[in-house]
T-cell receptor
Framework: AQKVTQAQTEISVVEKEDVTLDCVYETRDTTYYLFWYKQPPSGELVFLIRRNSFDEQNEISGRYSWNFQKSTSSFNFTITASQVVDSAVYFC???????????FGKGTMLLVSP | DAGVTQSPTHLIKTRGQQVTLRCSPK?????VSWYQQALGQGPQFIFQYYEEEERQRGNFPDRFSGHQFPNYSSELNVNALLLGDSALYLC?????????????FGQGTRLTVV
């Protein structure tokens, strides 16, 4: 069975600091997808990124970057120069081949103070 | 373009009662998934509907049932409510529901059972 572990329950940083959110996953499939979602206080999950298991290229989108390493089953998320608006709960999720359903980690609450 | 809409946003029920939650998917989407998110936890998959049929189900008792209508909207029904059913219920819509499909989430329904 698949599993996603986000060991960091809560992270507090000061604005402009860089922060990395860790995600470790378990799956028996060779084909799978990894996601990151952001959940602000409003409750809606906002899609950030999707990677498939065959694409290990790191990705950068503005202040966000993702490091996918199959060798360590990790898919870490870094926010550069954090801002107060980045404060939210961030979830890493996994879906396996043939299904679109998501298995989520427990989330990491990021608090960015001015 | 309206995103995923859920109703109601909040409700309070008494133990033993029944509740119905509603979801309208994003325009053009034909697949609806429901998730339960307990406080401080990641969302857990309840079930997914496609073409008016339950296509996949998570580890939830039969008290949880659903329906999808011809216009792709969906309902989640929970019978014989327990205190432990208190949670944020999230609806997600996608197109086709295949592997790695991006899911769009609504803001959720906050259910409190007293």
């Amino acid at each position: 069975a698949q599993k996603v572990t986000q060991a960091q329950t809560e992270i507090s940083v000061v604005e402009k600091e860089d922060v990395t959110l860790d995600c470790v996953y378990e799956t028996r499939d060779t084909t799978y997808y990894l996601f990151w979602y952001k959940q602000p206080p409003s409750g809606e999950l906002v899609f950030l990124i999707r990677r498939n298991s065959f694409d290990e290229q790191n990705e950068i989108s503005g202040r966000y970057s993702w490091n996918f390493q199959k060798s360590t089953s990790s898919f870490n998320f870094t926010i550069t120069a954090s801002q107060v608006v980045d404060s939210a709960v961030y979830f890493c999720a996994l879906s396996e081949a043939g299904y679109s359903t998501l298995t989520f980690g427990k989330g990491t609450m990021l608090l960015v103070s001015p | 373009d309206a995103g995923v809409t859920q109703s109601p946003t909040h409700l309070i029920k008494t133990r033993g009662q029944q509740v119905t939650l509603r979801c309208s998917p994003k325009s053009g989407h034909d697949t609806v998934s429901w998730y339960q998110q307990a406080l401080g936890q990641g969302p857990q998959f309840i079930f997914q509907y496609y073409e008016e049929e339950e296509r996949q189900r998570g580890n939830f008792p039969d008290r949880f049932s659903g329906h999808q209508f011809p216009n792709y909207s969906s309902e989640l029904n929970v019978n014989a409510l327990l205190l432990g059913d208190s949670a944020l219920y999230l609806c997600a819509s996608s197109l086709g529901g295949g592997s790695g499909t991006e899911a769009f989430f609504g803001q959720g329904t906050r259910l409190t059972v007293v």
